[in-house]
Every structure is written in structure tokens, then in C-alpha cells.
């Protein structure tokens, strides 16, 4: 019977080693995951006690709630996409932090794709102009600028109401990928962070 040549041998290990290690980091990322859903379920938790409470007075509206499996759908899609990118950029994937701007950009992306907010309404007994519709976007924005505020270590960060109520327009009505998000949080992010990275020439 032929034996394995050395070489032979040393491959078959490191495969075995690749092996493990793609395992535990599986099973590392899977905790991770679930860590993300509490912080962001609870936030989301949130969300809706207030907008129950703000939106009480709507014509047809029987109920404001979010689906929490849509919503852990929306957080493992999001940090797929966190740990793919963190794989191909990152020496140790595992090891190294993506940054909050990246990851408010993700999870805007999956929150506006899954929609997990949803409202019981009445079938004919709603208005044309109900804002509750725009539930989704409002708490992608919401969650995005907590997570860009923590990245630039700032207490709170918020658009203008006008800039706002733009974003939400873009995202409800607008095919934004995650690199475009990812450039606009980025620029907003730049700008909080250094404002004379704007020039401005006044005419005289």
C-alpha cells in the first residue's frame, strides 16, 4: 500500500486546520449575530412604543407593530454583508472592527429591503397622505446616526428636519445600493467630523 508523501500529509492538515478554523469562526460570528439582534430588536422595540403613541390619532389604524423575524433577518443579512466585506479587506476578519458608518449603511439597506415595521389598517378607511408608510425609513435613519454618532464618539447626531424628510423620500421612493448610502453617511460623517473640508466662495 502506497504511503502519503510528506506533502502529501502536510496539505491534508492544513486543510483539516482551515477547516476548524472556518468552524469557530461560524460559530463566533453566530454569537456576534445574535448579540447585534438583541441591541437592535430593543431599539426597534422602542421605536414603536413611540410611534403607537404618536400615531394613535390616524384615521385606520389598528395596529403599529415590527415582525422579529423579519428584523433578525434584516440583522444577519446585514452583518453577511459586514463579515464579506471584513473577510476580502481584513488581515483578521475575526479580530478587526468595521467602522459605524459601514454598518449603518448595511443595515439601512436591509431595513428599507425586508421592511420589518409593519401597520394593521383598515382596508378602506386610511388616508391618501399616512405618514406611518415611511416607518421603515424613519428608523433606518434613526439607527444609521446612532451608529455614525458613536463612530465619531459624539452624543447625538441628527439631520435638519428638511434633510430628513429628503433621505426618507430617497430611500422609500429611490434604489439606493449600500455603496451609495455608504458615500452619503461617509460625507456626513467627514463633514461632522472636519467642516473646513467644505470651501465656501461667497460672490462679492
Not at 144 to 171: H, R
Request: overall charge neutral; aromatic content about 12%.
Amino acid at each position: 500500500m502506497a504511503r502519503k508523501s510528506s506533502v502529501g500529509r502536510g496539505l491534508s492538515v492544513g486543510k483539516k486546520r482551515i477547516a476548524q478554523r472556518t468552524k469557530v469562526n461560524s460559530q463566533n460570528r453566530e454569537v456576534v449575530t445574535k448579540e447585534r439582534y438583541q441591541d437592535v430588536s430593543y431599539a426597534c422595540e422602542k421605536f414603536v412604543e413611540s410611534m403607537r403613541k404618536q400615531c394613535r390619532a390616524i384615521v385606520g389604524i389598528k395596529k403599529i407593530d415590527c415582525d422579529f423575524a423579519v428584523l433578525y433577518d434584516v440583522v444577519k443579512s446585514t452583518y453577511d454583508d459586514i463579515w464579506r466585506y471584513k473577510d476580502y479587506h481584513f488581515v483578521n476578519p475575526d479580530d478587526q472592527r468595521l467602522n459605524g458608518i459601514k454598518r449603518a449603511a448595511y443595515i439601512t439597506k436591509w431595513l428599507i429591503r425586508m421592511r420589518p415595521i409593519f401597520v394593521d389598517r383598515e382596508p378602506s378607511n386610511f388616508s391618501s397622505d399616512d405618514g406611518t408608510i415611511l416607518l421603515n425609513e424613519t428608523f433606518a435613519i434613526y439607527l444609521a446616526f446612532e451608529y455614525i454618532a458613536q463612530e465619531l464618539g459624539v452624543t447625538g447626531l441628527k439631520l435638519n428636519t428638511p434633510k430628513t424628510n429628503e433621505l426618507i423620500y430617497d430611500l422609500h421612493y429611490r434604489d439606493l445600493s449600500d455603496d451609495a448610502l455608504l458615500a452619503y453617511y461617509q460625507a456626513i460623517a467627514d463633514f461632522v467630523a472636519d467642516p473646513t473640508i467644505v470651501e465656501v466662495s461667497l460672490n462679492s
